[in-house]
């Protein structure tokens, strides 16, 4: 067979240009996004055509405009530390993501708090009605002391997409007790964490926030070395807690907590702690904020159940203007290469008061028109 030359056909200098000019258009050229359907555990594109990048996530919907805050992940295991700061993106359909930027970037200070290099994770923004603030709270573990300081850090903007003003860190509710304590939990002894942080301030790892429709606010976090989960009040301009507080969920190791209401009832969603390995979820309903927390089991169910589809929760969004239209936001972690890190957003479905999660590889929100 003849071979044909293609230096013959094109001389060798405009060949080299073709390649080059092919190379470039497919490396420049935007993907284009127009997406109309969630495709769970997928990659998702901004609309620049880059992957989203807002992970440990959770929304805030303000004047029509979805936000979208989230840890923003670096390339290989350093990336499980904060490198850049609280990303942020908006959005007026839920499927579409514009980068609005870094919202709160990390300190380039290392005597900062939230230093470069420190671990900064769930980032949760609301709006405060009375003071017209956008109140951001976070989990925070200072640079180069593991998950020891245990601590939640605050921040606040003018304006939704921000930019964040970084106020302070501490550990909550230090020299309160829960309302639910008892003469027991006094008492110093061995593992008995909620006394031993009573004068310093209760741990505060995995957290979320939750405003009730009367406006108060609630920070709900892991504490007692990841034992308990605390219900705390926070201040009527959610810039600290109030001083009320409850443990819930006792020594159930729970976390990634995420709580919606829906018929009056409270629900939470959260896990078991396995690190970055996923678990079984865990639910709970109550019919007020302090309770009594029943818990509903694993609220997922078919393949992969047993590992939340291979994820962890991290939010919960009520999709306004639609009845029964629950978003279950979660996680799928990648310690080895975090901005590679998936997320999963499946509708919630109830059944006889119990949570229903099944897996779902592509859907949009006309899903929940045909619920009855
Ligand atoms: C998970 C937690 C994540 C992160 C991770 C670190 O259990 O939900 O937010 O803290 O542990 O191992």
Redesign the pocket.
């Known amino acids: 067979m003849q071979k044909i030359n293609i230096y013959k056909i094109f001389p060798s200098g405009i060949f080299a240009m073709i390649i080059v000019l092919f190379i470039f258009t497919c490396s420049a050229a935007p993907q284009q996004t127009n997406y109309k359907s969630f495709y769970p555990g997928q990659i998702w594109l901004d609309t620049n055509g880059k992957p989203i990048n807002a992970h440990?996530g959770g929304i805030l919907y303000y004047d029509s405009v979805y936000y979208w805050f989230g840890e923003h992940k670096i390339a290989g295991p350093a990336g499980?530390k904060a490198m850049v700061g609280v990303h942020v993106y908006s959005s007026s359909d839920l499927f579409n993501w514009e980068d609005m930027g870094i919202a709160l970037p990390i300190s380039d200070d290392s005597t900062n708090d939230i230093a470069k290099g420190c671990?900064l994770?769930?980032p949760k923004v609301i709006y405060n009605k009375m003071t017209g603030k956008f109140i951001m709270w976070f989990?925070l573990e200072l640079k180069s002391q593991g998950?020891a300081s245990a601590r939640t850090c605050v921040a606040v903007s003018d304006s939704p997409a921000g930019p964040y003003k970084y106020l302070y860190s501490f550990r909550p509710d230090a020299g309160e007790w829960p309302i639910n304590v008892t003469e027991e939990d006094k008492i110093a002894a061995k593992d008995n964490y909620l006394e031993r942080d009573f004068e310093g301030g209760q741990m505060s790892?995995?957290m979320t926030l939750y405003v009730d429709s009367d406006g108060e606010a609630y920070h709900i976090y892991t504490s007692e070395e990841n034992r308990t989960t605390h219900i705390s009040q926070l201040t009527s301009d959610y810039l600290k807690p109030g001083g009320k507080y409850m443990r819930v969920f006792i020594n159930r190791n729970m976390?990634?907590p995420a709580v919606f209401k829906h018929d009056d009832k409270y629900y939470y969603i959260g896990?078991g702690?396995?690190?970055?390995d996923p678990n079984a979820a865990r639910s709970a309903s109550a019919p007020s904020i302090w309770g009594p927390w029943k818990e509903l089991g694993n609220p997922c169910v078919g393949d992969d159940s047993a590992l939340t589809f291979h994820s962890?929760s991290t939010f919960i969004l009520k999709v306004p203007g639609k009845e029964n239209a629950y978003i279950f936001m979660a996680d799928r972690?990648k310690p080895q290469n975090p901005i590679d890190g998936r997320y999963i957003w499946l509708p919630i479905q109830f059944n006889d008061g119990k949570l229903v999660i099944e897996w779902k590889d592509e859907w949009d929100l006309g899903w929940f028109d045909g619920l009855k």
């Open positions: 440990g499980n671990v994770e769930r989990h998950y790892r995995d976390e990634a896990s702690t396995t690190g970055w962890q972690w």
